[in-house]
């Protein structure tokens, strides 16, 4: 079965300082990782994935993440907060050996609050 | 082009009345997914459409859930004999055929039983 876990319920940063929202994983084949946002009463909007290959994946709106597989983590970073940043935020996991399910398995999210 | 659809955006029903939904995929996805978003459980996978293949109905919580896709395109989620647990927000998503693929979320249905 495959896994994710977000440790952090709320994170709050202020504005211009880096930002890091937490995410750990478990599949039992290897994985393909996710990074979702989603604004209020919107959908979810695709930040970046790892799919194989270099460790630091940068996305979209300046964000990036690092795949760590002897920590099976997926850290999403940004450099510089923006209060725009400010949103709901989902890691989620597929497992790429054809073992699990279908669909992506997601966190339980983790709610960015940066602040002026 | 134009994004995933949903719709209603919004559905209240009776408890015990039978509800569907419906999405509209990006045209030429051939991958369509089902999703539900609540308080208590989070984000869970409900059931997955690749082409002309057998669903992936392995998410679906009970068996008055089932969906269908027609013509490899449009999508209906029907939930048959509703009940206060089933209020949530329903998202559907699509993407091209591949694991890896990112997946394109429409804005989901609101689903309300009374």
């Known amino acids: 079965a495959q896994s994710v876990a977000q440790p952090e319920d709320q994170v709050n940063v202020a504005e211009g300082n880096p930002l890091t929202v937490k995410c750990t994983y478990s599949v039992s084949g290897n994985p393909y990782l996710f990074w979702y946002v989603q604004y209020p009463n919107r959908g979810l909007q695709f930040l970046l994935k790892?799919?194989?290959?270099?460790?630091l994946v940068k996305g979209s709106y300046g964000f990036e993440a690092e795949f760590n597989k002897s920590q099976t983590s997926f850290h999403l970073k940004k450099p510089s907060a923006l209060v725009s940043d400010s949103a709901l935020y989902f890691c989620?996991?597929?497992?790429?050996?054809?073992?699990?399910?279908?669909?992506?398995?997601f966190g339980k999210g983790t709610h960015l609050i940066i602040q002026p | 082009g134009a994004g995933v659809s949903q719709s209603p955006s919004n559905k209240v029903t009776e408890k015990g009345k039978d509800v569907e939904l419906r999405c509209d995929p990006i045209?030429?996805?051939?991958?369509l997914y089902w999703y539900r978003q609540s308080l208590g459980q989070g984000l869970e996978f409900l059931i997955y459409f690749q082409g002309n293949s057998a669903p992936d109905k392995s998410g679906l919580p009970s068996d008055r859930f089932s969906a269908e896709r027609t013509g490899g395109s449009v999508s209906t989620l029907t939930i048959q004999r509703t009940q206060q647990e089933d209020s949530a927000v329903y998202l559907c998503a699509s993407s091209s055929y591949s694991p890896s693929n990112e997946q394109f979320f429409g804005p989901g249905t609101r689903l309300t039983v009374l």
């Open positions: 790892y799919i194989t290959g270099d460790n």
């Open positions: 989620a996991v597929r497992d790429n050996s054809g073992g699990g399910a279908d669909g992506l398995t």
């Open positions: 045209s030429g996805h051939t991958a």
